[in-house]
Each structure stands twice: as C-alpha cells, then as structure tokens.
C-alpha cells in the first residue's frame, strides 16, 4: 500500500548507458518532485511537476530529462550516464491544502552507481 | 550556495534524555521551515513544520522554535528515545515558489540505550 514508489531501488550501470527511473504515487497529489541526494548528503531539486506540466526545472544537465503521462506518474530518463551522475535519487509528492503543511511525501529512493 | 544548513553532521544521546538539533538558514523570504526523518534505506519523513507567524510548534515529543531575528530553528526531542536514531533533515520554502523545499545536509541522531 506504498503512497509514493519509485522503482528500480538499486541500479548499477555503465558509463554512457541511457536508464530511467520511475515513480508513481497513489495519494492523488497534484505536485510530483524528483530530488538529488548527493555524496555530501544535501538533498537537492532537479525537477518539479503540477497536474503534468513542468514547473521547476534546476540547473540540470539536458541529459535528465522528466516525463509526466499523469498526474500519478514522473519518472526521470537519464542518457550518456557519468559517473558524477551516482546519487540517490528520489521521487516526492506534495499537496498544496492551506493550514496543513506538511511538505512532501517521499518514496523509498534509487541508488545509483555508475562505473 | 547552500540556503539551510545543518552544521552539526552528527549528535549522540543518551535515551531519556533531551536531543536539540540545530539548523540555519540565510534567505529572509523563507516562510515555512520542516522537519523531516530518515532511516537508511528510506525516503525521508515528516515530523513537524513550523510557520513564520509562530515561534513555537509543539507535538508531543518533537517541539520546532524558530528565532527569526537570527535565522535559527531548532528540534528538540525529549524524553529520546533508541528509536529517535535517524538522519534529520531541516527544510525550508517560500510559499510563492512553487512548493520548492530547500533542505539542509542533515544530522545523524544516536540515542544510545
């Protein structure tokens, strides 16, 4: 019964490999987020959806690319892997509902690792 | 330019006793400040959020102050407990941005038994 799950949960591959990542949540929120935790641990935001339109985009390289079919789903394609590109990388999901902030909920990440 | 910062990696303490995390924070235009929980090999988790309007936010164990004056929040859990261990992520956001929530590096907490 997970809210926000994002799969694989572990993928190793090779340098200049194409991969994606996929996300899906079944909380009904309009706002989906992918999220960069690097090795110095910061959690960074690469992208952010509303109701499927693109609605942050951070300074991240063309080769990461985010698509939205629906509202439940954001997964992330990545091309030419680099090895800078090994993090954790997770998926989140908010609802905007004025007096209860309760920020984003999170899936479980993927560990990446390029080599 | 890391906008929250959470300069302790690391705080050790014993159960029972009171776990004060500390965070920073450099842009005045921030309105809304979260606390999230980790454990490893999980997506974080909320704990408790505070708005810029209060000072104070308390539930049960977890109490959230923020000092404005000084771009300072705070977490203390108290009595803490084994099960408190975890990664700490302080967070902050404007609320004209988009839900866009800027997180600090986290502080890992051991509660020893």
């Known amino acids: 019964d997970t809210a926000v799950s994002q799969t694989p949960k572990y993928l190793v591959t090779q340098m200049g490999n194409d991969k994606s990542i996929k996300c899906e949540q079944n909380l009904g929120h309009d706002t989906m987020y992918w999220y960069k935790q690097d090795s110095k641990k910061f959690l960074k935001i690469m992208f952010s959806?509303?109701?499927?339109?693109?609605?942050i985009n951070e300074t991240v390289p063309n080769r990461f690319s985010p698509k939205s079919p629906d509202k439940a789903h954001l997964n992330l394609h990545i091309n030419s892997l680099e090895l800078g590109d090994s993090a954790v990388y997770f998926c989140?999901?908010?609802?905007?509902?004025?007096?209860?902030?309760?920020?984003?909920?999170f899936g479980s990440g993927t560990r990446l690792t390029v080599v | 330019d890391q906008q929250v910062k959470q300069n302790s990696p690391s705080l050790s303490v014993q159960e029972g006793r009171i776990s004060i995390l500390n965070c920073d924070y450099t842009n005045s235009m921030f309105d809304y400040f979260l606390w999230y929980k980790k454990y490893p090999a999980e997506g974080p988790t909320f704990l408790i959020s505070?708005?810029?309007?209060?000072d104070k936010n308390e539930d049960g164990r977890f109490t959230v102050f923020l000092n404005k004056s000084a771009k300072h929040l705070s977490l203390h859990i108290v009595p803490s407990q084994p099960g408190d261990s975890a990664v700490y992520f302080c967070a902050a956001r404007r609320s004209s941005n988009t839900g866009k929530l800027i997180f600090g590096q986290g502080t890992t907490l051991q509660v020893k038994p």
């Open positions: 989140a999901s908010s609802q905007e509902i004025v007096g209860q902030e309760r920020g984003y909920t």
């Open positions: 959806y509303n109701n499927k339109e693109l609605i």
């Open positions: 505070i708005s810029s309007i209060k």
